[in-house]
């Protein structure tokens, strides 16, 4: 029996990293310390006193939650302009952008991003018939204003994603690049949204700002987060985003009805009415970060600038040698980037210290 499966679809494997039950699983960018008893606590609460309700659909616009989202935001970006109406969310930021090439991508459509960068993007366009383009990186994984820029002039694209801090590489983008961004992108005819993925915001480092203080200033500026990475919510699923009314309501034609469940809901606003004491673990992994940086060039190794809770590091003749050699140790980490390049997300101290050793044992 034939199946009639998109041309374009057809062979393809489903996107993911292996799920394998190691020492150290430091390959997906997970925040390594369980969530603290006190919001294990206070989630489960939440959720109690939301299983009372399941009976009835949940709140569709859910405006509580984008409440809490948006004082979140307020607080750790340091602006105030952030109400309700300026904030989306769906299961994860990976459904938010979704969201985005549901409203504004489609066949005749183009997408631009910058190379290397987050895998999932081409798979978005892919399934929502958008094309997508790309413009490369500067060597030290920077953005070639530039080229970028001029890329937006010849592709007139709908949208141009940017990750900041971008993955795999861990580069945060300076504001001015995001400025020169969104202005060339209002001079495309038909409009252009700018999306800055910041789904690592929260790591970088000091003096780092956030594109959410600009958002303001351009109508066609969106800011992406997630709880899956600093908040150590990846099972809970929660993504958002900050924008502009009338960009946040083009997602909302495009959601499905009731996408957000109420424990759902319940969960994230748990999680958010602690983002204090989460940000104690946030600043831990900021310090392993730069300690994992600084032993790493000690060695001799390349190591990327990141402002993210992962290394990119190399060179390697072959990396794929050198990543089995670490698995045997019991330490998983990611083949990514560049050729030569490998991913390694930051753990716990103890994690860290087995991945040291095993790396010196391996090269
Ligand atoms: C991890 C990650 C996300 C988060 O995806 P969720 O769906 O929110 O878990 C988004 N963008 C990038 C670049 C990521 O690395």
């Given at each position: 029996m034939t199946l009639p499966i998109r041309p374009d679809l057809q062979g393809l494997e489903p996107y993911g990293a292996p799920q394998l039950d190691v020492a150290a699983?430091?390959?997906?960018?997970?925040?390594?310390?369980?969530p603290p008893n006190v919001v294990v606590d206070a989630i489960a609460n939440h959720v109690r006193r939301?299983?009372?309700?399941l009976n009835r659909y949940p709140d569709r616009d859910f405006l509580g939650l984008r409440q809490d989202l948006a004082r979140y935001i307020a607080a750790e970006s340091h602006v105030d302009f952030v109400e309700p109406r300026n904030i989306w969310a769906a299961n994860g930021s990976n459904e938010v952008m979704l969201h985005l090439h549901q409203?504004?991508?489609?066949?005749?459509r183009t997408v631009l991003s910058f190379s290397p960068t987050y895998s999932m993007y081409p798979e978005y366009a892919r399934d929502t018939l958008t094309e997508f383009v790309t413009v490369p990186r500067r060597e030290d994984f920077t953005l070639d204003v530039d080229a970028a820029v001029a890329a937006i002039r010849e592709h007139h694209p709908v949208m141009v994603i940017v990750a900041s801090p971008n993955n795999p590489t861990g580069?945060?983008?300076?504001?001015?690049?995001?400025?020169?961004?969104?202005?060339a992108a209002q001079e495309v005819p038909g409009g252009c949204?700018?999306?800055?993925?910041?789904?690592?915001?929260?790591?970088?480092?000091w003096g780092t700002p956030s594109a959410a203080s600009i958002v303001p200033q351009y109508p066609n500026l969106a800011v992406s987060r997630t709880m899956s990475k600093a908040?150590?919510?990846?099972g809970g699923r929660l993504g958002y985003l900050i924008a502009h009314e009338p960009l946040v309501d083009a997602l909302r034609v495009v959601r499905l009805p009731y996408h957000l469940s109420a424990v759902t809901q319940a969960t994230a606003r748990a999680a958010l009415a602690h983002h204090k004491s989460l940000q104690a673990q946030v600043d831990e992994i900021r310090a392993e970060r730069d300690d994992t940086v600084d032993w790493l060039r000690a060695q001799g190794?390349?190591?990327?600038?990141?402002?993210?809770?992962?290394?990119l590091f190399g060179m390697f003749e072959d990396r794929e040698r050198v990543f089995r050699g670490l698995l045997d140790h019991g330490v998983l980490i990611r083949v990514t980037g560049p050729e030569g390049w490998l991913r390694v997300s930051i753990g716990t101290a103890?994690?860290?210290?087995?991945?040291?050793?095993?790396?010196?044992?391996?090269?």
């Open positions: 699983r430091l390959n997906v960018n997970e925040n390594p310390y369980a939301a299983a009372r309700t409203a504004f991508g489609g066949p005749g580069t945060a983008i300076a504001i001015d690049d995001i400025r020169a961004l969104a202005l949204v700018v999306v800055v993925d910041e789904a690592y915001a929260e790591f970088r480092r908040f150590a919510l990846a190794f390349t190591v990327a600038e990141s402002d993210a809770n992962f290394v103890h994690e860290m210290m087995m991945f040291r050793s095993a790396l010196l044992e391996v090269v």
